[in-house]
């Protein structure tokens, strides 16, 4: 049986469990006895348009909501020009063969790993270019395990663990802005040479940091005071879904705003693949449908075929010699 506790189940034994999370908090105790205050981090501060929170109706508690996550959309503006940056540094990494990393603990960890996730799906990914990793691994995506962020030295050996060299992209996804194990990662990968990008949700005057590209996402305090899985959770959503979807954008995998490298993997996204070149090529769906067959089922493939008369395998080769962006295969043949 492994001796971390992080990896049992106290259902299963719960002595054990709660004698280890005993010890750990023993040895938590001189290292807790000297933390740095942090109430001066704007994601700590109490909201006072929410004291009355414990008072209100449900009515009034959506509304309160409604208020304060109306905030999210100014953070993001606020940070367009750096956001713009990490789409640039991006895309231009990974076209030279990088790969994109999100690295973080808790609530911040997890939306890495969420993003990461949706890429193979959304735009034919293999799934090592865009990789989530989270303080504790696969079972702190089920399970809390906060206290593995206070573990600079993990951080660290996640980067080395990850074969990140000068080519990869690292972003550091921390809402507070202080999280040992992301500062940890941040670090080595710099030494590494990689492209390092911070994501947080307080002032840089409040925590510098030395990166590439330092977006800050201020959304203020929360309205359950220190709860930033709430609109820190939901801004730095917001940030990921923009790096990633434009990173895809800016490497061709997407023509016009549709997702033509989708992988067509169930029903739902076969009707989709079929819709997508019904509506750009004016084909009736039994002619898309057989269309989507023969370039076995890939869009943009289907598409470049059927705009130029190329068989299936010069189609794929075109696409190849033109790093997979459909419009330039288009321009490059039709020229």
Not at 245 to 270: E, F, I, P
């Amino acid at each position: 049986m492994s001796g971390s506790s992080a990896e049992l189940d106290p259902e299963l034994d719960p002595e054990l469990d709660r004698a280890l999370n005993t010890e750990q908090d023993r040895q938590l105790g001189a290292e807790f006895s000297a933390v740095q205050e942090r109430g001066h981090l704007l994601t700590e501060q109490a909201n006072p348009e929410s004291q009355t929170l414990d008072q209100l109706s449900p009515l009034e508690i959506v509304d309160l909501f409604n208020r304060e996550d109306a905030k999210l959309l100014s953070a993001i503006a606020g940070a367009r020009a750096d956001l713009a940056l990490a789409l640039e540094k991006t895309a231009a990494a990974l076209r030279q063969g990088g790969r994109l990393f999100y690295i973080g603990a808790g609530t911040s960890g997890r939306l890495g790993v969420l993003d990461a996730a949706e890429c193979p799906p959304t735009f034919c990914t293999p799934p090592e270019l865009v990789q989530g990793i989270l303080a504790g691994g696969a079972p702190a995506l089920l399970r809390s395990s906060e206290a593995l962020e206070d573990r600079p030295e993990d951080g660290a050996r996640a980067i080395i663990d990850h074969k990140i060299t000068s080519k990869d992209v690292v972003v550091g996804i921390t809402a507070g802005g202080t999280t040992p194990y992301v500062l940890g990662a941040i670090q080595a990968a710099r030494q590494q040479g990689a492209t390092t990008i911070f994501m947080a949700c307080v002032p840089a005057e409040q925590v510098g940091v030395d990166v590439d590209v330092d977006i800050r996402l201020l959304v203020g305090p929360e309205l359950l005071a220190g709860s930033t899985r709430l609109k820190a959770g939901t801004v730095t959503k917001l940030a990921l879904n923009i790096l990633s979807t434009g990173t895809m954008v800016l490497l061709g995998k997407v023509y016009g705003n549709r997702m033509v490298d989708v992988a067509v993997t169930n029903q739902k996204l076969y009707d989709r693949a079929v819709r997508m070149i019904q509506d750009l090529t004016d084909l009736s769906r039994e002619d898309a449908a057989s269309l989507l067959d023969k370039s076995n089922r890939r869009v943009k493939l289907a598409l470049l075929m059927h705009w130029t008369g190329l068989d299936a395998a010069t189609g794929e080769h075109h696409l190849e010699s033109c790093q997979g962006n459909l419009r330039q295969a288009i321009q490059q043949r039709l020229a």
